[in-house]
């Protein structure tokens, strides 16, 4: 594969994973310690997103994400301590002063969209923003990121159709984990690949590996600058494996065996990683050490930082979904 990047950014987006990863193991302790009510995992997902972020212009370009994207979100410059705030509905969560489910994301500074529950509708906000862009006559970009499942929604395609008619600077991630909470692709779609969509919109599909986070950067790479240059979009699929459950509040016992789960496991994206740059001599197990012990700082500020901050005060609990001056009759 032909990928130079700089070393520094190499290893940057090592240590985005390895902390996306050590927040979200801390996040499944916090729920099984009563602390937290509700949480919902990038584990397997951490190289898609980091590949993906690293082939935008972050700060500049677009961002509407869905409820996996921690990863993402990270290489944005969401802090762990943002996160905390968040998974514990405390005042100070950017994305709505703790008022929405955990990992609904929105990020002003880094030009994250607010993101709503019923999954593709930021398909839409997506394929809008990009038209924004080119009435504007901007080199910006948008990327959208969706589950496979989520891709059978109405609004998925119509976002999608819009975009592809109107030639927009959209960039359309499905990540295929494989289940939609229980269902398997297989029950949700009839074409192998999910990129394969592309060819009744008009688009070029291209499929990643998204356990490996310097193919899905190459992969994104070439769809971000068709984008900027006017080229119109790009459906990317990255494939992954969703290794924990869907979330703290499913069993996936009941619909996968363990040996599958197992299997996926040995290409863990983060360990992948690891060993390549490893290989490449950029990691030894030295500097490994060092970055976990930094991670593991990293997330007990975090965790001690959001148990100390203060909730939402009552009267504040309709702001700012109703306005204020809105009176019953
Ligand atoms: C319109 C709508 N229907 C159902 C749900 C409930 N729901 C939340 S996540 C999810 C599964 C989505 O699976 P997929 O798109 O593959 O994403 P994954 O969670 O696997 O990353 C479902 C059905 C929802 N949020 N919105
Ligand atoms: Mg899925």
Excluded: C
């Excluded at 410059?77 to 405390?90: C, I, N, V």
């Excluded at 969706?146 to 359309?172: C, D, I, K, M, R």
Aim: hydrophobic residues 40%; charged residues 25%; aromatic residues 8%.
């Amino acid at each position: 594969m032909d990928v130079t990047l700089p070393e520094e950014t190499l290893l940057e987006m090592y240590w985005i994973m390895l902390l996306s990863r050590r927040l979200d193991e801390r996040a499944w302790a916090l729920h099984r310690q009563g602390k937290i009510a509700f949480h919902i995992s990038a584990i397997g997902h951490e190289a898609a997103q980091v590949g993906a972020a690293y082939a935008i212009r972050r700060g500049y370009d677009w961002i509407a994400p869905y409820y996996r994207d921690l990863t993402l979100m990270l290489a944005l410059g969401y802090t762990p301590r943002e996160f905390m705030l968040s998974l514990m509905g405390k005042k100070g969560d950017p994305s709505s002063g703790g008022r929405q489910m955990p990992s609904h994301w929105s990020l002003k500074r880094a030009n994250v969209i607010s993101h709503s529950a019923p999954v593709a509708t930021q398909t839409s906000h997506a394929a809008g923003i990009g038209l924004a862009i080119k009435l504007r006559g901007e080199d910006k970009v948008v990327i959208t990121t969706v589950g496979e499942g989520s891709t059978s929604q109405g609004e998925w395609y119509e976002g999608v159709n819009w975009a592809a008619v109107h030639q927009l600077p959209v960039v359309f991630i499905i990540v295929n984990n494989l289940y939609a909470i229980s269902v398997r692709q297989e029950q949700q779609m009839a074409v192998r690949n999910a990129a394969d969509k592309a060819l009744g919109l008009g688009l070029p599909g291209v499929s990643a590996d998204g356990m490996d986070f310097l193919a899905m950067y190459q992969v994104m790479k070439e769809a971000v600058e068709r984008a900027r240059s006017g080229g119109g979009p790009t459906i990317v699929e990255a494939k992954v494996y969703r290794i924990t459950p869907h979330s703290s509040d499913d069993d996936d016992r009941s619909y996968r065996p363990r040996e599958e789960v197992e299997q996926f496991k040995q290409r863990d994206p983060l360990s992948l990683a690891r060993q390549r740059l490893e290989k490449e001599g950029l990691l030894s197990a030295q500097k490994v050490a060092e970055l976990e012990q930094r991670a593991k700082e990293v997330v007990e500020d975090a965790v001690r930082f959001g148990e100390s901050a203060p909730y939402p005060d009552p009267e504040e609990a309709a702001y700012p979904v109703y306005a204020e001056e809105v009176r019953h009759a």
